[in-house]
């Protein structure tokens, strides 16, 4: 079976990481020092949701597998 053209968990992981990126980037700008631990908490957050989008990512795969093997 072909793959879909467009992943939107991937799209959503991708997007998720750009944001991070460029809010470690902007709190470092703007607070200097001051920024640590919102970096860290951005941190955080960026892989929290890396790792809620991979088990998202692998329960799909597996219903689509077992949805495959019935038919």
Do not use: C, H
């Not at 968990?9 to 919102?38: C, F, H, K, N, Y």
């Not at 790792?51 to 329960?59: C, D, F, S, W």
């Amino acid at each position: 079976m072909a793959k879909p053209a467009f992943d939107i968990l991937r799209a959503l992981a991708i997007g998720s990481q750009a944001a991070g990126l460029t809010a470690v980037i902007t709190l470092e700008t703007v607070m200097g020092d001051a920024a640590r631990p919102w970096q860290g908490l951005t941190l955080g957050l960026m892989v929290s949701a890396a790792l809620l989008l991979a088990v998202a990512r692998t329960y799909r795969r597996n219903r689509r597998r077992k949805r495959n093997e019935r038919s």
